[in-house]
């Protein structure tokens, strides 16, 4: 072979080359053979090397004798070197791999260092303020107020440690699992069930810790969406370390240990986790079995039909969206500082519980005011008296009645999801007191006087505040004798004056006189009051806190979503509610309950809000909503026939129902109400009001063929004491859902 060149240890190459050139190869090879050669794996080179032996052996000397011994060695000798080269490259594999774990484990060994400090540090942050208190009090003492419980359990303002800019959500085996930093916060809508697991946070003002109960919380669309926020706490004495270990035993049945292990390193100090789980109760049940109000927590039927992310679906299978945070409820600076004051006054009852009363025009925000306190005081105090002076939008009844409420539990939602039993009610009959405010102010003062002074009042007020519904007011405040007037007001509406103690002192009210002369602040010198009852003195005065309402449509009720009549029907609806058995689905409609039967002669009839000739009063009664009452009176009977009362009287109301049908034969009122039978034997009165009982009940009546009961087009509207049902053509002119 021509150009043939020796297979040496001085020629270039590359990899496998240089196997050749290590084994020191006595054969030689053309140039074309060489530079193959270079690019061949190592069975490639075996293969070469084996075909240039078999024609040395056919006799091709291209060698001498030395050298073919020389290369006989090497073959031999290929096999051994190329299992010492495998084993190398493993042992540097395993160096390397050695090297990347030690790393790893250095990182996570100055990561929980960084965690250590930062938690040694937010657990001495308390004591430190501590000693920079009793510094600044050795320097220059003065008393000061003593703040509210919750403030004094932890840090306010902790730096925020180091975590994900999100809230992390984690899918679990029956709900949903929250991860919150501190000062973290999720805004959603819809129904569902929390639980803290581990830390606390804040819900329209209510603070929930660890080891609470679990509470539903509601958000539809017709009120502001609620907002789970992770505040500080306490920092426990324990090691990081441990912690999560307590964290790891809290969430280990909720998820899987993938999951768990997730949770775990996501989770940062001051942080907070939640379970949220779905939530089915008989109410909102009942309420969205109706269509007008199928999409009350799910919203329009265009947003569902839209495309969903991962993380949207998984949130939507408990019943929840998350939503932008400016939906959220928003304290105004004038909110926040009253709402301060407020607690600090009731905090430290100086001159007995509080009496605090909320006024001002419609749709202002008294009602979503009052339920944000009410939860703010439940932080520090164990109860709330609440008095219900407002007729139309009530907030623990159906509209119009006058209430008294303890409160011992947050409120977590609007008025159809929290109807519950009261102190004293007294059912007035009508959602406007315009026709008979001295009867209302009776009622207002009969309620009144079940108030015990052990705990903080407050006074939810009508949003009739001109002309005479002003005079009103100022009756009611003479009356009542508030500590505090929070008084709302907005840029759109400037309606009223200041309520202060000067002006509602001399101001004359509607069936009251103003303050006339004044001698001395010491002595009884002042001629005002109700004519009947001259003797009451004037309260010492009370305190005005002015609060500006700042969200859109604030005063004006001709922009709101939800109208009052709609807001009133949800009510009447989810009392309703409580005539469903448990756990009955699908809900069964009202026609296929079972009704009481009480006798003519065991009960007395007033119509309460117009005059009816005996004649017809029957056929008002019949498919009306009704207060069940109880008068101090027996009730005569002479006859077999009903028993009707010629005055309104001032009584307590049991509860509500429905007169489903009369039977003139048996001599009996077929009612429903979810009152039991032990309540039901103490009412001896049906009243008759105002109040209509929603137009989808009659209408949404399953498996009727033909007419519909109750509901008909053809009738004599001349008869005297008859009337249409008022058409509310405002659902059809603006967006309803």
Known sequence: MADVTGYGKDSPGRLGWTRLRRARS?????????????SLAVGSQRR?????????????AWLDEGDAAGALVVGADWGSREKKARKKKARRRERAERERERREREEQRLEREREEREWRRLRELPARRHEDADGDERAAPAPSAPAPRRQAEGPEQPPRAPGPAQPVLVRAKAGLLLLLNHAQTFTFTGKCRMTCLYGRVQVFGFIVSQAQPAYDLYSPHTNCALTIEAISYMMPEKSLKDMKLEIRSLIKDHLSSANVFHVIKQFSPMGSIILLESLETPATGFILSYSAFSHLFSGKKQEMSSSFNLEQLTMSSIGIKKCEEERGFHLSESSSSAIEELITACCEEIDGCPIIMACGPKCIGKSTFNRYLINQLLNSVPCVDFLDCDLGQTEFTPPGCVSLSNVTEPIFGPPFTHQRKTRKMVFYGDSSCEDDCKKYTEIVKYVFSAYQREAPLIINTM?????????????????????????????????????????????????TKGKTKTKNRHLDSTESGDPDEGSQPHSAGHKLLLVQSEFPGAGVAQLTQWHSPVLRDMALLGYLALLQPPEAKPFFPLHHLVPFQIPFSSVALRVIHTDVAP???????????????????????????????TDNPVCDCVGFGIIRGISMVKKVYYVLTPLSHEKLRHVNCLMIGNITIPHCIFKSQPKIEGEIPYVTSEYNF????????RVRKLLQRREYL
């Open 615 to 645: 004649t017809h009063t029957m056929y008002t009664v019949n498919a009306s909503w009704i207060g069940l009452c109880r008068i101090l009176d027996d009730v005569k009977q002479k006859t077999d026939g009903p028993v009707f009362l």
């Open 463 to 511: 949003g009739w505040v001109k002309g005479d519904g002003l005079l009103l007011l100022i009756d009611l405040i003479r009356m009542l004798g508030p500590t505090h007037i929070v008084q709302f007001s907005s840029e759109q509406c400037h309606d009223m004056p200041l309520l202060t103690a000067e002006y509602t002192a001399g101001m004359a009210g509607l069936q």
């Open 48 to 60: 070469l090397r084996l075909r240039l032996q078999q024609a040395e052996a056919a006799g091709v």
């Open 718 to 725: 001349t008869i005297w004491g008859s009337g249409k049902l």
């Open 26 to 38: 006595p054969l030689g090879v053309g140039r074309r053979t060489r530079r193959r050669a270079r």
